[in-house]
């Protein structure tokens, strides 16, 4: 599959991925990468080092995950949510206008995706202070920036980690500060993270945020369940029922519910 920005390595933009054929041991890992490594977003290179097979049929790990800009990132974990088997999502909101709860569904296939704009990941940008080069949000990025609590100082901190060239003013002014937006807005590519949801009760239209790491907050309690059962049935060990192909693991749990009287 291709991304929608692409990752830069010697002065190319490589943009094919292959991701590995899921198994027990990346679900688990999926599961618990957000209490196990130091950061959300340090989980999330994390999954997706261990989700990416190759990119251009180069290696990628953990620091090509770090280096992978937002938007990149975060259709990597939409994919991860197809290939776990949670394509076809549905969750529970509440009307801004009238409070009552609906849910809303959501097919993680069909989300459509924004490519990036010419000369990504770098735009020029001319403020009060002369000209100023800057690159895209990355991973990395959003690792240095989750420990501000303040809004303000987080976004100076974030777009003075992407100057490349130039210097930013001390006080940026508002009108640099949109240009700068705006610029990086119209090279970065981008993925849905924001969906529109119609209340059955008033009819009121809104917007509803669509949380790109969804398949990050599932519990292990349901693999970890597939896992004892398989153990139980067919003694083997946790390693070696992790190492199985999601859908071969699915095979043998229908074997075994058939073998029980459960399925036809």
Do not use: K, N
């Not at 010419?118 to 100023?132: L, R």
């Amino acid at each position: 599959m291709r991304l929608p920005g692409g990752l830069l390595r010697g002065g190319e933009l490589r943009r094919r991925v292959r991701l590995r054929e899921p198994d027990g041991a990346l679900e688990l890992l999926i599961a618990e990468a957000p209490r196990r490594s130091g950061s959300f977003h340090d989980g999330v290179s994390r999954v997706l080092g261990a989700l990416v097979d190759d990119i251009d049929g180069g290696s990628f790990g953990y620091e090509a995950a770090q280096d992978l800009c937002v938007a990149d990132r975060q259709f990597l974990m939409h994919r991860a949510t197809a290939v776990l088997g949670m394509a076809h999502h549905q969750f529970t909101t509440s009307c801004a206008d009238c409070g009552t709860p609906f849910d809303l569904a959501v097919d993680f296939d069909a989300l459509p995706v924004g490519e990036a704009g010419p000369g990504f990941p770098f735009v020029t940008v001319q403020t009060e202070a002369g000209p100023v080069v800057l690159r895209v949000p990355t991973g990395s990025d959003e690792v240095a920036i989750g420990t501000l609590s303040d809004a303000a100082q987080a976004e100076r901190a974030l777009l003075r980690r992407c100057v490349v060239r130039g210097e930013l003013p001390e006080a940026l002014s508002a009108s640099d500060l949109a240009q700068i937006e705006t610029a990086l807005d119209e090279i970065s590519p981008w993925v849905v993270t924001e969906l529109a949801g119609s209340c059955p009760a008033c009819g009121a239209t809104h917007p509803v945020a669509l949380d790109p790491y969804v398949v990050m907050h599932r519990s292990a309690r349901e693999l970890l369940d597939e896992v004892h059962t398989l153990a139980w049935h067919y003694h083997w060990s946790e390693a070696e029922i992790l190492a199985l192909p999601r859908e071969r693991r699915q095979l043998y749990l229908t074997r075994i519910d058939r073998a029980r009287g459960m399925t036809s």
